[in-house]
């Protein structure tokens, strides 16, 4: 049977390290300086504090502050212009089409901006279904990636034993998790522009919890065939 590719958006099928993650961090930063009254360089600080402890700047903020998560959410992403943002490439179409079995994004971005690039990316038609962060909520608390039991949970909800699923991811942190509850995984390292590409690069080339490494999802295609790592 085939798999079941559960694929991130940002960083893994489009470049958001350039211009998009830095108007989410810095939407995220002045969130955080009207919300809590802290000086900029402390909001900053506490920005990345959550987001390296939760995987997700809002789960501190929600945790720690009673943040309303939706408010955030809305005021961090604010993206009319995606469209002239995301580079549509035809390749990255073609390649989903090819690919055989379920394509789901799952995504830790909220459903506005996920529909967002992927109307720019023009791949709506090659995909399955669209997991956000909104869907990642469980017994009153978001656990987004990288969370096991929301992994779990996620692979119950698509009737699908986690064996055949593949996680197609730019964070190894991510790709670990998904390891770790049964999931494959595929590291796809040469999308997002940056000094910190190269050191992931190197970091997974080693790392038996990645069971594939491409430069860009538009080559996954060909590469699966070759690789005894996903072989359903």
Same mark, same amino acid.
């Given at each position: 049977?085939?798999?079941?590719?559960?694929?991130?958006?940002?960083?893994?099928?489009?470049?958001?390290?350039?211009?998009?993650?830095?108007?989410?961090?810095?939407?995220?930063?002045?969130?955080?300086?009207?919300?809590?009254?802290?000086?900029?360089?402390?909001?900053?600080?506490?920005?990345?504090?959550?987001?390296?402890?939760?995987?997700?700047?809002?789960?501190?903020?929600?945790?720690?502050?009673?943040?309303?998560?939706?408010?955030?959410?809305?005021?961090?992403?604010?993206?009319?212009?995606?469209?002239?943002?995301?580079?549509?490439?035809? /390749? +990255? =179409?073609?390649? *989903? #089409?090819?690919?055989?079995? @379920?394509? &789901?994004? !799952?995504?830790?971005?909220?459903?506005?901006?996920?529909?967002?690039?992927?109307?720019?990316?023009?791949?709506?038609?090659?995909?399955?279904?669209?997991?956000?962060?909104?869907?990642?909520?469980?017994?009153?608390?978001?656990?987004?990636?990288?969370?096991?039991?929301?992994?779990? /949970? +996620? =692979?119950?909800? *698509? #009737?699908?034993?986690?064996? @055949?699923? &593949?996680? !197609?991811?730019?964070?190894?942190?991510?790709?670990?998790?998904?390891?770790?509850?049964?999931?494959?995984?595929?590291?796809?390292?040469?999308?997002?522009?940056?000094?910190?590409?190269?050191?992931?690069?190197?970091?997974?080339?080693?790392?038996?919890?990645?069971?594939?490494?491409?430069?860009?999802?538009?080559? *996954?295609?060909?590469?699966?065939? @070759?690789?005894?790592?996903?072989?359903?």
């Amino acid at each position: 049977m085939h798999p079941v590719w559960l694929l991130d958006l940002d960083n893994t099928l489009h470049d958001a390290a350039a211009v998009v993650f830095p108007r989410i961090n810095r939407a995220m930063t002045d969130f955080v300086v009207a919300r809590l009254g802290v000086p900029e360089q402390q909001a900053n600080e506490l920005r990345q504090f959550y987001w390296q402890r939760y995987g997700a700047t809002m789960l501190g903020l929600v945790r720690h502050h009673a943040i309303d998560a939706h408010d955030f959410l809305h005021a961090t992403h604010p993206f009319p212009d995606i469209h002239r943002l995301v580079r549509r490439d035809q /390749r +990255l =179409a073609q390649a *989903l #089409r090819r690919l055989p079995g @379920r394509k &789901v994004i !799952v995504t830790n971005a909220p459903a506005k901006y996920a529909r967002g690039v992927i109307k720019a990316l023009g791949i709506g038609a090659f995909l399955d279904d669209v997991i956000s962060i909104e869907s990642m909520r469980f017994a009153g608390r978001f656990q987004p990636k990288p969370s096991r039991p929301m992994l779990r /949970r +996620l =692979a119950a909800r *698509l #009737r699908v034993p986690r064996a @055949r699923c &593949v996680l !197609v991811e730019d964070s190894l942190e991510n790709l670990i998790s998904a390891h770790r509850v049964g999931m494959r995984t595929v590291h796809v390292t040469g999308v997002a522009s940056g000094v910190g590409k190269m050191a992931r690069k190197a970091r997974s080339g080693s790392d038996r919890r990645v069971g594939l490494q491409v430069q860009s999802v538009t080559l *996954l295609a060909r590469r699966r065939l @070759r690789s005894a790592h996903l072989s359903p």
